[in-house]
Protein backbone atom coordinates (compact mmCIF):
# COMPACT_ATOMS: atom_id res chain seq x y z
CA UNK A 1 0.00 0.00 0.00
CA UNK A 2 2.92 2.45 0.84
CA UNK A 3 4.49 1.56 -1.75
CA UNK A 4 1.74 2.35 -4.53
CA UNK A 5 0.86 5.45 -2.38
CA UNK A 6 4.32 6.47 -3.07
CA UNK A 7 4.71 6.01 -7.43
CA UNK A 8 1.13 7.59 -7.03
CA UNK A 9 2.61 10.84 -5.41
CA UNK A 10 5.65 10.25 -7.43
CA UNK A 11 3.56 10.34 -10.79
CA UNK A 12 1.42 13.13 -9.69
CA UNK A 13 4.96 15.15 -8.44
CA UNK A 14 6.13 14.51 -12.33
CA UNK A 15 3.11 15.35 -13.97
CA UNK A 16 2.96 18.82 -12.09
CA UNK A 17 6.68 19.52 -13.20
CA UNK A 18 5.67 18.42 -16.83
CA UNK A 19 3.17 21.40 -17.14
CA UNK A 20 5.33 23.72 -15.20
CA UNK A 21 7.89 23.27 -18.23
CA UNK A 22 5.27 25.77 -20.22
CA UNK A 23 6.61 29.05 -18.84
CA UNK A 24 4.84 31.00 -21.71
CA UNK A 25 1.88 29.25 -22.37
CA UNK A 26 1.47 29.71 -18.77
CA UNK A 27 1.74 33.52 -18.96
CA UNK A 28 -0.63 33.71 -22.24
CA UNK A 29 -3.14 31.10 -20.53
CA UNK A 30 -3.65 33.50 -17.17
CA UNK A 31 -3.82 36.80 -19.77
CA UNK A 32 -6.61 35.39 -21.48
CA UNK A 33 -8.20 34.39 -18.28
CA UNK A 34 -7.77 38.06 -16.89
CA UNK A 35 -9.19 39.82 -20.03
CA UNK A 36 -12.63 37.04 -20.19
CA UNK A 37 -12.88 37.65 -16.87
CA UNK A 38 -13.37 40.92 -16.99
CA UNK A 39 -15.69 40.55 -19.80
CA UNK A 40 -17.58 38.47 -17.92
CA UNK A 41 -17.55 41.28 -15.51
CA UNK A 42 -18.82 43.84 -17.12
CA UNK A 43 -21.94 41.52 -18.39
CA UNK A 44 -22.71 40.16 -14.94
CA UNK A 45 -22.50 43.71 -13.61
CA UNK A 46 -25.11 44.90 -16.38
CA UNK A 47 -27.27 42.06 -15.19
CA UNK A 48 -27.03 42.34 -11.47
CA UNK A 49 -27.43 46.51 -12.07
CA UNK A 50 -30.99 45.39 -13.62
CA UNK A 51 -31.90 42.57 -10.89
CA UNK A 52 -29.38 43.21 -7.71
CA UNK A 53 -30.40 39.73 -6.22
CA UNK A 54 -30.70 37.10 -9.33
CA UNK A 55 -30.47 33.98 -8.56
CA UNK A 56 -29.83 34.58 -4.71
CA UNK A 57 -26.31 36.32 -5.19
CA UNK A 58 -25.81 40.16 -4.70
CA UNK A 59 -23.24 42.12 -7.25
CA UNK A 60 -19.90 41.19 -5.37
CA UNK A 61 -21.05 37.78 -5.40
CA UNK A 62 -21.42 37.82 -9.13
CA UNK A 63 -18.12 38.70 -9.80
CA UNK A 64 -16.36 36.57 -7.15
CA UNK A 65 -18.41 33.73 -9.01
CA UNK A 66 -16.78 35.18 -12.15
CA UNK A 67 -13.06 35.40 -11.32
CA UNK A 68 -13.84 31.67 -8.91
CA UNK A 69 -15.09 30.40 -12.66
CA UNK A 70 -11.72 31.58 -14.09
CA UNK A 71 -9.44 29.57 -11.69
CA UNK A 72 -11.53 26.92 -12.21
CA UNK A 73 -11.80 26.55 -16.26
CA UNK A 74 -8.10 24.98 -16.13
CA UNK A 75 -8.26 23.26 -12.62
CA UNK A 76 -11.03 20.94 -13.70
CA UNK A 77 -10.65 21.21 -17.56
CA UNK A 78 -13.95 22.00 -18.64
CA UNK A 79 -13.33 21.53 -22.21
CA UNK A 80 -11.18 18.73 -21.62
CA UNK A 81 -7.49 18.49 -21.66
CA UNK A 82 -5.06 17.07 -19.07
CA UNK A 83 -3.90 13.60 -18.13
CA UNK A 84 -7.12 11.87 -19.67
CA UNK A 85 -5.89 13.51 -23.52
CA UNK A 86 -2.93 12.14 -23.16
CA UNK A 87 -4.70 8.46 -22.83
CA UNK A 88 -6.94 9.02 -25.82
CA UNK A 89 -3.87 9.58 -28.08
CA UNK A 90 -1.78 6.59 -26.73
CA UNK A 91 -4.83 4.59 -27.87
CA UNK A 92 -4.93 6.34 -31.29
CA UNK A 93 -1.33 5.82 -31.78
CA UNK A 94 -1.20 2.44 -30.04
CA UNK A 95 0.98 3.18 -27.25
CA UNK A 96 -1.54 2.03 -24.70
CA UNK A 97 0.17 -1.24 -25.28
CA UNK A 98 3.11 0.12 -23.00
CA UNK A 99 0.54 1.52 -20.45
CA UNK A 100 -1.20 -2.42 -20.62
CA UNK A 101 1.78 -4.76 -19.90
CA UNK A 102 3.22 -2.83 -16.81
CA UNK A 103 1.93 -3.83 -12.90
CA UNK A 104 0.38 -0.62 -12.22
CA UNK A 105 -3.56 0.30 -12.65
CA UNK A 106 -4.11 2.70 -15.25
CA UNK A 107 -6.83 4.93 -13.39
CA UNK A 108 -4.83 5.08 -10.18
CA UNK A 109 -1.96 6.50 -12.55
CA UNK A 110 -4.10 8.84 -15.15
CA UNK A 111 -5.64 9.85 -11.79
CA UNK A 112 -2.71 10.58 -10.21
CA UNK A 113 -1.19 12.58 -13.01
CA UNK A 114 -4.27 14.45 -13.66
CA UNK A 115 -4.10 15.82 -9.81
CA UNK A 116 -0.83 17.06 -10.28
CA UNK A 117 -1.65 18.57 -13.61
CA UNK A 118 -4.99 20.16 -11.35
CA UNK A 119 -2.48 21.42 -8.75
CA UNK A 120 -0.27 23.56 -11.36
CA UNK A 121 -3.10 25.24 -12.99
CA UNK A 122 -4.71 25.53 -9.61
CA UNK A 123 -1.51 27.71 -8.62
CA UNK A 124 -1.05 29.56 -11.92
CA UNK A 125 -3.92 29.72 -13.96
CA UNK A 126 -6.31 29.96 -10.92
CA UNK A 127 -4.58 31.93 -8.24
CA UNK A 128 -3.35 34.81 -11.00
CA UNK A 129 -6.19 35.87 -12.23
CA UNK A 130 -8.08 35.61 -9.05
CA UNK A 131 -5.37 38.02 -7.60
CA UNK A 132 -6.03 40.14 -10.76
CA UNK A 133 -9.59 40.12 -10.36
CA UNK A 134 -9.52 41.12 -6.78
CA UNK A 135 -7.33 44.08 -7.73
CA UNK A 136 -9.74 45.37 -9.62
CA UNK A 137 -13.35 44.51 -8.05
CA UNK A 138 -13.91 44.15 -4.87
CA UNK A 139 -14.49 40.27 -3.87
CA UNK A 140 -15.74 37.92 -1.18
CA UNK A 141 -14.09 35.52 0.72
CA UNK A 142 -14.93 33.00 2.81
CA UNK A 143 -15.95 33.86 6.03
CA UNK A 144 -14.27 31.13 8.40
CA UNK A 145 -11.70 28.28 8.48
CA UNK A 146 -13.82 25.76 7.88
CA UNK A 147 -15.13 27.31 5.02
CA UNK A 148 -11.46 27.61 3.17
CA UNK A 149 -10.89 23.63 4.26
CA UNK A 150 -14.31 23.18 2.56
CA UNK A 151 -13.58 24.88 -0.44
CA UNK A 152 -10.17 23.30 -0.77
CA UNK A 153 -12.01 19.54 -0.53
CA UNK A 154 -14.37 20.90 -2.78
CA UNK A 155 -11.58 21.99 -5.56
CA UNK A 156 -10.22 18.44 -5.01
CA UNK A 157 -13.69 16.84 -5.44
CA UNK A 158 -14.52 19.19 -8.67
CA UNK A 159 -11.19 17.81 -10.04
CA UNK A 160 -11.96 13.95 -9.37
CA UNK A 161 -15.39 14.36 -11.02
CA UNK A 162 -14.32 16.21 -13.94
CA UNK A 163 -11.46 13.54 -14.22
CA UNK A 164 -14.53 10.49 -14.85
CA UNK A 165 -16.26 12.47 -16.92
CA UNK A 166 -13.37 13.34 -19.18
CA UNK A 167 -11.85 9.36 -18.90
CA UNK A 168 -14.91 8.12 -20.09
CA UNK A 169 -14.61 10.44 -22.95
CA UNK A 170 -11.19 8.97 -23.62
CA UNK A 171 -11.89 5.86 -22.91
CA UNK A 172 -14.15 6.03 -26.04
CA UNK A 173 -11.79 6.10 -28.50
CA UNK A 174 -10.73 2.07 -27.33
CA UNK A 175 -14.24 1.90 -29.49
CA UNK A 176 -14.03 4.76 -31.89
CA UNK A 177 -10.03 5.21 -31.94
CA UNK A 178 -10.74 9.17 -32.21
CA UNK A 179 -12.74 10.88 -29.65
CA UNK A 180 -12.80 13.93 -31.30
CA UNK A 181 -16.90 13.92 -31.73
CA UNK A 182 -17.43 12.35 -28.02
CA UNK A 183 -15.00 15.52 -26.62
CA UNK A 184 -16.76 18.65 -28.56
CA UNK A 185 -19.88 17.27 -27.64
CA UNK A 186 -18.64 16.86 -23.76
CA UNK A 187 -17.08 20.23 -23.71
CA UNK A 188 -20.37 22.17 -24.93
CA UNK A 189 -22.38 20.02 -22.08
CA UNK A 190 -19.65 20.51 -19.26
CA UNK A 191 -19.10 24.40 -20.51
CA UNK A 192 -23.10 25.08 -20.32
CA UNK A 193 -24.08 22.91 -16.88
CA UNK A 194 -20.99 23.75 -15.17
CA UNK A 195 -22.35 27.08 -14.54
CA UNK A 196 -19.07 28.56 -16.71
CA UNK A 197 -21.37 30.74 -19.33
CA UNK A 198 -24.52 31.46 -16.74
CA UNK A 199 -24.60 30.20 -13.23
CA UNK A 200 -26.84 27.75 -12.25
CA UNK A 201 -28.72 29.55 -10.16
CA UNK A 202 -29.97 31.46 -12.57
CA UNK A 203 -30.84 28.46 -14.86
CA UNK A 204 -34.92 28.99 -14.63
CA UNK A 205 -37.24 26.51 -12.88
CA UNK A 206 -36.87 22.57 -13.05
CA UNK A 207 -33.66 23.08 -15.68
CA UNK A 208 -32.25 24.33 -12.55
CA UNK A 209 -33.00 21.48 -10.14
CA UNK A 210 -31.69 18.90 -12.42
CA UNK A 211 -28.58 21.27 -13.87
CA UNK A 212 -27.36 21.13 -10.16
CA UNK A 213 -27.96 17.31 -9.44
CA UNK A 214 -25.46 16.32 -12.54
CA UNK A 215 -22.16 16.09 -12.37
CA UNK A 216 -20.94 19.19 -14.04
CA UNK A 217 -22.81 21.18 -10.85
CA UNK A 218 -19.30 20.04 -9.47
CA UNK A 219 -17.04 21.96 -11.11
CA UNK A 220 -17.95 25.30 -10.78
CA UNK A 221 -21.27 25.87 -8.66
CA UNK A 222 -20.58 23.82 -5.68
CA UNK A 223 -17.26 25.08 -5.27
CA UNK A 224 -17.96 28.81 -5.77
CA UNK A 225 -20.81 28.16 -3.45
CA UNK A 226 -19.25 26.83 -0.16
CA UNK A 227 -16.64 29.90 -1.07
CA UNK A 228 -19.96 32.75 -1.37
CA UNK A 229 -21.05 31.00 2.03
CA UNK A 230 -24.19 30.11 0.29
CA UNK A 231 -23.67 26.47 1.80
CA UNK A 232 -23.13 26.65 5.41
CA UNK A 233 -23.28 24.34 8.53
CA UNK A 234 -24.89 20.90 7.41
CA UNK A 235 -25.76 22.12 4.18
CA UNK A 236 -21.82 22.38 3.16
CA UNK A 237 -21.59 18.84 4.28
CA UNK A 238 -24.14 17.23 1.94
CA UNK A 239 -22.80 19.43 -1.05
CA UNK A 240 -19.45 17.95 -0.17
CA UNK A 241 -21.15 14.40 -0.26
CA UNK A 242 -22.87 15.07 -3.45
CA UNK A 243 -19.48 15.72 -4.96
CA UNK A 244 -17.66 12.82 -3.64
CA UNK A 245 -21.27 10.52 -4.48
CA UNK A 246 -20.44 11.48 -8.67
CA UNK A 247 -16.82 10.89 -7.69
CA UNK A 248 -17.69 7.71 -6.99
CA UNK A 249 -20.16 6.74 -8.88
CA UNK A 250 -18.06 8.16 -12.25
CA UNK A 251 -14.57 6.00 -10.90
CA UNK A 252 -16.65 2.72 -10.76
CA UNK A 253 -17.55 2.98 -13.97
CA UNK A 254 -14.51 4.22 -15.44
CA UNK A 255 -12.79 1.17 -13.28
CA UNK A 256 -15.88 -0.75 -15.27
CA UNK A 257 -15.24 0.89 -18.55
CA UNK A 258 -11.31 0.17 -18.94
CA UNK A 259 -11.97 -3.01 -17.71
CA UNK A 260 -13.81 -3.89 -20.78
CA UNK A 261 -11.69 -2.10 -23.13
CA UNK A 262 -9.04 -4.12 -21.24
CA UNK A 263 -11.29 -7.34 -22.70
CA UNK A 264 -11.85 -5.97 -26.04
CA UNK A 265 -7.99 -5.44 -26.68
CA UNK A 266 -6.42 -8.57 -25.02
CA UNK A 267 -9.18 -11.19 -26.10
CA UNK A 268 -10.67 -9.73 -29.26
CA UNK A 269 -6.97 -8.25 -30.17
CA UNK A 270 -8.96 -4.90 -30.90
CA UNK B 1 12.68 -25.57 -16.95
CA UNK B 2 12.49 -24.23 -20.51
CA UNK B 3 12.47 -20.07 -19.91
CA UNK B 4 9.70 -19.92 -22.42
CA UNK B 5 7.14 -22.52 -23.88
CA UNK B 6 4.51 -22.32 -27.13
CA UNK B 7 2.62 -25.94 -27.52
CA UNK B 8 0.23 -25.62 -31.12
CA UNK B 9 -0.94 -21.70 -30.92
CA UNK B 10 -2.76 -19.87 -32.39
CA UNK B 11 -4.19 -16.41 -32.95
CA UNK B 12 -6.87 -15.19 -34.86
CA UNK B 13 -8.69 -12.05 -35.55
CA UNK B 14 -12.39 -11.61 -36.74
CA UNK B 15 -12.46 -9.03 -39.29
CA UNK B 16 -15.51 -7.72 -40.33
CA UNK B 17 -16.03 -6.18 -43.81
CA UNK B 18 -18.49 -3.80 -45.39
CA UNK B 19 -20.16 -6.03 -48.50
CA UNK B 20 -22.50 -3.68 -48.78
CA UNK B 21 -24.73 -0.67 -48.08
CA UNK B 22 -25.55 -1.76 -44.51
CA UNK B 23 -24.27 -5.62 -44.66
CA UNK B 24 -20.84 -6.39 -43.10
CA UNK B 25 -19.62 -9.47 -43.80
CA UNK B 26 -17.10 -11.46 -40.54
CA UNK B 27 -14.00 -13.25 -42.03
CA UNK B 28 -11.52 -14.91 -40.08
CA UNK B 29 -7.75 -13.95 -40.50
CA UNK B 30 -5.10 -16.79 -39.21
CA UNK B 31 -2.22 -14.44 -37.92
CA UNK B 32 -0.65 -17.11 -36.01
CA UNK B 33 -1.16 -21.24 -36.31
CA UNK B 34 -0.36 -23.51 -35.04
CA UNK B 35 3.22 -22.48 -33.58
CA UNK B 36 5.58 -24.96 -31.23
CA UNK B 37 8.78 -23.63 -30.05
CA UNK B 38 10.79 -23.69 -26.52
CA UNK B 39 13.69 -21.35 -25.50
CA UNK B 40 15.76 -21.84 -22.93
CA UNK B 41 17.31 -19.42 -20.27
CA UNK B 42 20.18 -17.38 -21.35
CA UNK B 43 19.42 -18.26 -25.01
CA UNK B 44 19.47 -15.64 -27.85
CA UNK B 45 16.96 -16.17 -30.17
CA UNK B 46 16.22 -14.29 -33.53
CA UNK B 47 12.88 -14.02 -34.48
CA UNK B 48 12.35 -13.10 -38.41
CA UNK B 49 9.87 -12.87 -40.65
CA UNK B 50 8.24 -10.73 -43.46
CA UNK B 51 5.80 -7.97 -42.26
CA UNK B 52 2.13 -9.41 -41.15
CA UNK B 53 3.53 -12.74 -40.44
CA UNK B 54 2.80 -12.93 -37.16
CA UNK B 55 5.77 -12.01 -35.16
CA UNK B 56 4.47 -9.03 -33.18
CA UNK B 57 1.10 -10.84 -32.41
CA UNK B 58 3.46 -13.85 -31.25
CA UNK B 59 5.32 -11.00 -28.73
CA UNK B 60 1.76 -9.67 -27.40
CA UNK B 61 1.07 -13.21 -26.16
CA UNK B 62 4.41 -13.66 -24.89
CA UNK B 63 3.46 -10.61 -22.60
CA UNK B 64 0.18 -11.49 -22.27
CA UNK B 65 -1.51 -8.34 -23.85
CA UNK B 66 -3.13 -10.83 -26.08
CA UNK B 67 -4.38 -14.07 -25.54
CA UNK B 68 -3.94 -17.28 -27.73
CA UNK B 69 -7.13 -18.11 -29.60
CA UNK B 70 -5.61 -21.73 -28.87
CA UNK B 71 -2.95 -23.65 -27.61
CA UNK B 72 -0.79 -23.23 -24.52
CA UNK B 73 2.07 -21.04 -23.59
CA UNK B 74 4.16 -20.73 -20.69
CA UNK B 75 6.95 -17.70 -19.98
CA UNK B 76 8.88 -18.15 -16.76
CA UNK B 77 6.28 -20.66 -15.75
CA UNK B 78 3.48 -18.16 -15.87
CA UNK B 79 0.67 -18.18 -18.10
CA UNK B 80 1.14 -14.63 -19.91
CA UNK B 81 -2.54 -13.35 -20.17
CA UNK B 82 -3.91 -15.28 -16.74
CA UNK B 83 -0.73 -13.77 -14.68
CA UNK B 84 0.37 -10.46 -16.63
CA UNK B 85 0.83 -8.43 -13.44
CA UNK B 86 3.19 -11.22 -12.00
CA UNK B 87 4.78 -11.63 -15.53
CA UNK B 88 5.45 -8.38 -15.73
CA UNK B 89 8.21 -8.39 -13.05
CA UNK B 90 9.73 -10.98 -15.29
CA UNK B 91 10.05 -9.58 -18.66
CA UNK B 92 11.48 -6.58 -20.47
CA UNK B 93 9.78 -5.20 -23.43
CA UNK B 94 11.14 -2.73 -26.09
CA UNK B 95 9.12 -2.00 -28.52
CA UNK B 96 11.41 0.01 -31.68
CA UNK B 97 8.88 1.92 -32.78
CA UNK B 98 7.26 2.79 -29.45
CA UNK B 99 8.86 4.61 -26.01
CA UNK B 100 8.75 3.43 -22.80
CA UNK B 101 9.88 6.84 -21.56
CA UNK B 102 7.74 9.96 -20.72
CA UNK B 103 7.96 12.27 -23.42
CA UNK B 104 8.21 15.50 -21.65
CA UNK B 105 10.29 14.45 -18.37
CA UNK B 106 14.19 14.35 -18.26
CA UNK B 107 15.54 10.49 -18.55
CA UNK B 108 16.18 10.30 -15.34
CA UNK B 109 12.44 10.72 -14.34
CA UNK B 110 11.45 7.93 -16.05
CA UNK B 111 14.05 5.54 -14.48
CA UNK B 112 12.28 7.19 -10.78
CA UNK B 113 9.13 6.28 -12.13
CA UNK B 114 9.88 2.81 -13.07
CA UNK B 115 11.81 1.77 -10.11
CA UNK B 116 8.19 2.60 -8.08
CA UNK B 117 6.23 0.94 -10.97
CA UNK B 118 8.30 -2.30 -10.44
CA UNK B 119 9.19 -1.70 -6.77
CA UNK B 120 12.61 -2.26 -7.51
CA UNK B 121 15.03 -2.14 -4.03
CA UNK B 122 16.81 0.93 -4.24
CA UNK B 123 20.23 -0.72 -3.76
CA UNK B 124 19.86 -2.86 -7.07
CA UNK B 125 18.22 0.66 -8.77
CA UNK B 126 21.42 2.02 -7.63
CA UNK B 127 23.75 -1.36 -8.97
CA UNK B 128 21.63 -1.43 -11.96
CA UNK B 129 21.52 2.48 -13.02
CA UNK B 130 25.51 2.36 -12.19
CA UNK B 131 26.04 -0.23 -14.58
CA UNK B 132 23.90 1.25 -17.55
CA UNK B 133 24.24 4.49 -17.31
CA UNK B 134 27.97 3.25 -17.93
CA UNK B 135 27.48 1.01 -20.56
CA UNK B 136 24.91 2.20 -22.45
CA UNK B 137 26.55 6.37 -22.06
CA UNK B 138 23.51 7.61 -20.67
CA UNK B 139 25.44 10.12 -18.13
CA UNK B 140 24.76 13.36 -20.15
CA UNK B 141 21.37 12.46 -20.90
CA UNK B 142 20.01 11.92 -17.99
CA UNK B 143 18.86 14.98 -17.21
CA UNK B 144 17.39 15.87 -21.00
CA UNK B 145 13.55 15.59 -21.35
CA UNK B 146 12.77 12.62 -23.82
CA UNK B 147 11.26 14.65 -26.58
CA UNK B 148 15.05 16.30 -27.51
CA UNK B 149 16.82 12.56 -27.47
CA UNK B 150 18.15 11.69 -30.84
CA UNK B 151 16.66 8.01 -31.68
CA UNK B 152 19.88 6.32 -30.85
CA UNK B 153 19.74 7.82 -27.59
CA UNK B 154 16.12 7.15 -27.04
CA UNK B 155 16.80 3.89 -28.05
CA UNK B 156 19.61 3.29 -25.48
CA UNK B 157 17.32 4.94 -23.09
CA UNK B 158 14.93 2.66 -23.58
CA UNK B 159 16.97 -0.59 -23.77
CA UNK B 160 18.02 0.54 -20.00
CA UNK B 161 14.53 0.85 -18.83
CA UNK B 162 13.52 -2.58 -20.33
CA UNK B 163 16.22 -3.90 -18.39
CA UNK B 164 16.04 -2.45 -14.71
CA UNK B 165 13.93 -4.19 -12.64
CA UNK B 166 16.55 -7.22 -13.68
CA UNK B 167 14.02 -9.02 -16.10
CA UNK B 168 14.43 -12.80 -17.20
CA UNK B 169 13.53 -12.20 -20.69
CA UNK B 170 13.27 -9.14 -23.04
CA UNK B 171 11.72 -8.76 -26.19
CA UNK B 172 13.35 -6.89 -28.23
CA UNK B 173 11.12 -5.51 -31.06
CA UNK B 174 13.24 -4.47 -33.96
CA UNK B 175 15.59 -1.99 -31.20
CA UNK B 176 18.21 -1.37 -34.12
CA UNK B 177 15.46 0.49 -36.26
CA UNK B 178 16.68 3.71 -37.44
CA UNK B 179 20.33 3.43 -36.35
CA UNK B 180 22.91 4.49 -38.02
CA UNK B 181 26.01 2.01 -37.74
CA UNK B 182 27.76 3.16 -34.77
CA UNK B 183 24.89 2.80 -32.69
CA UNK B 184 23.72 -0.16 -33.84
CA UNK B 185 27.29 -2.08 -33.40
CA UNK B 186 27.41 -0.40 -29.34
CA UNK B 187 23.92 -1.78 -28.55
CA UNK B 188 24.74 -4.97 -30.12
CA UNK B 189 27.91 -5.27 -27.99
CA UNK B 190 25.50 -4.29 -25.08
CA UNK B 191 23.34 -7.00 -25.70
CA UNK B 192 25.71 -8.92 -26.28
CA UNK B 193 27.45 -8.20 -22.91
CA UNK B 194 24.16 -8.57 -20.66
CA UNK B 195 22.94 -11.88 -22.03
CA UNK B 196 26.48 -13.03 -21.23
CA UNK B 197 26.95 -11.64 -17.83
CA UNK B 198 22.91 -11.89 -16.56
CA UNK B 199 22.27 -14.86 -18.38
CA UNK B 200 19.43 -12.98 -19.72
CA UNK B 201 17.20 -14.62 -22.70
CA UNK B 202 16.58 -12.25 -25.50
CA UNK B 203 13.56 -12.45 -28.23
CA UNK B 204 14.90 -10.40 -30.47
CA UNK B 205 12.50 -9.76 -34.01
CA UNK B 206 14.41 -7.49 -36.46
CA UNK B 207 14.30 -6.86 -40.21
CA UNK B 208 18.03 -5.65 -39.87
CA UNK B 209 19.99 -9.75 -40.33
CA UNK B 210 23.20 -8.53 -39.39
CA UNK B 211 21.83 -8.05 -35.79
CA UNK B 212 20.78 -11.65 -36.27
CA UNK B 213 24.01 -13.09 -37.39
CA UNK B 214 26.00 -11.31 -35.11
CA UNK B 215 24.15 -11.47 -31.86
CA UNK B 216 21.78 -14.87 -31.91
CA UNK B 217 23.33 -18.45 -32.45
CA UNK B 218 19.41 -19.59 -32.92
CA UNK B 219 17.15 -17.92 -35.31
CA UNK B 220 13.55 -18.63 -35.91
CA UNK B 221 11.95 -17.42 -38.94
CA UNK B 222 7.78 -17.34 -39.22
CA UNK B 223 5.92 -17.11 -42.36
CA UNK B 224 2.12 -16.68 -43.37
CA UNK B 225 1.79 -17.01 -38.90
CA UNK B 226 3.88 -20.49 -39.24
CA UNK B 227 7.07 -21.32 -37.93
CA UNK B 228 9.59 -22.70 -41.32
CA UNK B 229 12.45 -22.61 -39.89
CA UNK B 230 14.12 -23.27 -36.20
CA UNK B 231 17.80 -23.73 -35.64
CA UNK B 232 20.93 -22.21 -36.13
CA UNK B 233 22.54 -20.02 -38.81
CA UNK B 234 24.56 -22.57 -40.30
CA UNK B 235 21.43 -25.09 -40.93
CA UNK B 236 19.41 -21.40 -42.06
CA UNK B 237 22.19 -21.35 -44.63
CA UNK B 238 21.85 -25.05 -45.46
CA UNK B 239 17.84 -24.78 -45.56
CA UNK B 240 18.38 -22.34 -47.85
CA UNK B 241 20.72 -23.61 -49.95
CA UNK B 242 22.84 -21.06 -49.59
CA UNK B 243 25.51 -20.11 -52.63
CA UNK B 244 28.29 -18.51 -52.78
CA UNK B 245 29.01 -16.14 -56.01
CA UNK B 246 32.40 -16.10 -58.56
CA UNK B 247 32.81 -12.70 -59.70
CA UNK B 248 34.73 -11.83 -62.59
CA UNK B 249 35.82 -9.42 -64.65
CA UNK B 250 36.72 -10.47 -68.12
CA UNK B 251 39.23 -8.69 -70.47
CA UNK B 252 36.07 -7.30 -72.74
CA UNK B 253 32.10 -8.15 -72.78
CA UNK B 254 30.84 -11.78 -73.65
CA UNK B 255 28.08 -13.92 -73.79
CA UNK B 256 26.94 -15.47 -70.33
CA UNK B 257 29.21 -18.14 -69.56
CA UNK B 258 28.17 -21.75 -69.24
CA UNK B 259 29.71 -24.39 -67.15
CA UNK B 260 28.38 -27.19 -65.38
CA UNK B 261 27.75 -26.69 -61.50
CA UNK B 262 27.35 -22.99 -62.11
CA UNK B 263 24.65 -20.63 -63.17
CA UNK B 264 25.20 -17.49 -64.63
CA UNK B 265 22.88 -15.11 -62.43
CA UNK B 266 23.95 -11.49 -63.70
CA UNK B 267 25.82 -9.93 -66.65
CA UNK B 268 26.71 -6.46 -66.31
CA UNK B 269 29.43 -5.37 -69.52
CA UNK B 270 32.45 -7.33 -68.53
CA UNK B 271 31.58 -8.31 -65.20
CA UNK B 272 30.21 -11.52 -64.42
CA UNK B 273 28.36 -13.05 -61.86
CA UNK B 274 28.31 -16.96 -60.98
CA UNK B 275 26.86 -18.89 -58.15
CA UNK B 276 27.80 -22.43 -57.13
CA UNK B 277 27.11 -24.46 -54.10
CA UNK B 278 28.25 -22.95 -50.52
CA UNK B 279 30.15 -26.33 -49.89
CA UNK B 280 31.58 -26.70 -53.51
CA UNK B 281 35.07 -25.72 -54.05
CA UNK B 282 35.68 -22.23 -56.22
CA UNK B 283 39.38 -23.82 -57.38
CA UNK B 284 38.07 -25.67 -60.13
CA UNK B 285 35.53 -22.81 -61.40
CA UNK B 286 38.04 -20.35 -61.37
CA UNK B 287 39.75 -22.96 -63.24
CA UNK B 288 37.49 -23.72 -65.79
CA UNK B 289 36.70 -19.99 -65.87
CA UNK B 290 40.27 -18.89 -66.54
CA UNK B 291 40.58 -21.77 -69.26
CA UNK B 292 38.00 -20.52 -71.78
CA UNK B 293 38.18 -16.62 -71.01
CA UNK B 294 40.62 -13.81 -70.31
CA UNK B 295 40.28 -12.69 -66.28
CA UNK B 296 41.13 -9.10 -65.31
CA UNK B 297 40.03 -9.72 -61.69
CA UNK B 298 37.98 -12.27 -59.65
CA UNK B 299 36.40 -12.27 -56.33
CA UNK B 300 34.08 -14.54 -54.47
CA UNK B 301 30.92 -13.50 -52.22
CA UNK B 302 30.08 -15.31 -49.37
CA UNK B 303 26.74 -16.62 -49.03
CA UNK B 304 24.46 -14.02 -48.08
CA UNK B 305 21.57 -14.18 -44.72
CA UNK B 306 19.12 -11.71 -47.08
CA UNK B 307 19.39 -14.23 -49.85
CA UNK B 308 18.73 -17.61 -47.50
CA UNK B 309 16.11 -16.06 -45.75
CA UNK B 310 14.28 -14.49 -48.96
CA UNK B 311 14.60 -17.99 -50.33
CA UNK B 312 12.50 -19.37 -47.17
CA UNK B 313 9.99 -17.02 -47.66
CA UNK B 314 9.51 -17.44 -51.48
CA UNK B 315 9.58 -21.25 -51.21
CA UNK B 316 6.80 -21.60 -48.36
CA UNK B 317 3.58 -21.24 -50.28
CA UNK B 318 0.97 -19.38 -48.00
CA UNK B 319 -1.49 -21.73 -46.59
CA UNK B 320 -5.08 -22.19 -47.94
Known amino acids: MRATGSLWFAVAQRSFRRYSTYRAATLAGIFTNCVFGLIFCFVYIAVWNQNPDAGGYDRTDAITYVWLGQAMIMTVAVWNGGATDDLAARIKSGDVAVDLYRPVNLLGWYLASDLGRALFHLLTRGVAPTVFGAVIFDLRYPASTLTWVQFAVSAVLAVTVSFGVRMLVSASAFWLLDDTGIKNLAAVLAMFFSGLVVPLVLFPGWTRDLASVLPWASYLQVPADIWLGKHVGGDAWMALGFQALWTLVLLAFCHGVLQLANRKVVVQGG | ?320
Not at chain 2, 57 to 67: A, E
Not at chain 2, 106 to 113: A, F, G, I, V, W
Open chain 2, 1 to 320: MSMIEVRDVSRSFVLRRRSGRWRRTAHTVHAVSGLSFTVEPGEMVGYIGPNGAGKSTTIKMLTGILVPTGGTLTVAGLTPYVERTQLAQRIGVVFGQRTALWWDLPLRDSYELLQRIYRIPPARYRTNMATFTELLDLAELLDTPVRQLSLGQRMRGDIAAALLHDPDVVYLDEPTIGLDVVSKSKLREFLRQTNRERGLTVILTTHDLHDIEQLCSRVMVIDHGRLVFDGDLAALHAVGGARRTLVVDLSEPTDPITIPGAETVKVEGPRQWLAFPAEASAAPLVAAVAAAHDIADLSILEPDIEDVITRIYTSTPPPG
